[in-house]
């Protein structure tokens, strides 16, 4: 089932007329930042969500779909804001607060302040209300419009530093733990872009670059 608008609706039953979503991408991965997008959709798509007809968990949706997507989130969002938080912080702070402050920085980021949130699976330390929901992003259109600007924007950044960082076929893996990616680690070393606190990264014996 699609993602809907019943979340976005009760909290304008509310009062709450500015929703932000929020979700991130990269929580998983070897390398690469973490980021996080924050969508606050226009009050037409709350009215006619068909206008984002397609936008679902950018996880089951191919990446040509995820670009459609995102370039139609662009027309029909309120406000876009990301956050991106690098390897080294992730490896400084654990990566649950690096998730958190990439979220703080996309809000941040947005044209106009929230009056609430819906968040897949995070809470912030924010006053602001908080929906949290599992699976947000299959569940609320606001989050899955999230999940897609938050995964096009990394994977663009990912196909960027593999022209940086040649070698690791960080274009095509962008960062997650594939067999790819091992082979490289394994005659490479580690990058900058590496998180040295992540298998297996810590097990390595010689972290080459860093």
Not at 16 to 32: F, I, K, M, S, Y
Not at 96 to 108: C, S
Not at 121 to 134: C, G, K, R, S, W
Not at 167 to 185: D, N, P, V
Request: aromatic share 6%; charged share 20%.
């Amino acid at each position: 089932m699609a993602p809907t608008v019943e979340y976005e609706k009760a909290l304008q039953a509310q009062g709450q007329q500015r929703v932000a979503g929020l979700d991130e991408a990269g929580r998983g991965c070897w390398a690469g930042p973490v980021v996080a997008a924050a969508v606050m959709l226009a009050p037409q798509v709350l009215a006619f969500p068909t206008l984002l007809a397609g936008v679902d968990d950018s996880k089951v949706l191919s990446a040509k779909q995820r670009e459609v997507g995102y370039r139609r989130i662009k027309t029909q969002a309120q406000g876009i804001g990301i956050g991106v938080v690098p390897a080294y912080i992730i490896d400084g702070l654990g990566i649950l607060p690096a998730t958190r402050l990439a979220m703080l920085i996309a809000l941040l980021s947005l044209p106009s302040s929230p009056s609430a949130l819906l968040i897949d699976a995070v809470t912030l330390p924010l006053l602001l209300p908080q929906t949290v929901l599992i699976k947000g992003d299959a569940r609320s259109l606001s989050i899955a419009a999230a999940s897609v600007v938050a995964k096009v924007t990394r994977d663009r950044l990912m196909r960027e530093a593999d022209l940086a960082y040649p070698g690791y076929s960080f274009g095509l893996h962008k960062g997650y733990g594939t067999a790819a990616h091992r082979k490289a680690l394994a005659k490479l070393g580690p990058c900058f872009l590496h998180r040295l606190s992540f298998r297996p990264l810590r097990d390595m014996e010689t972290l080459n670059g860093r």
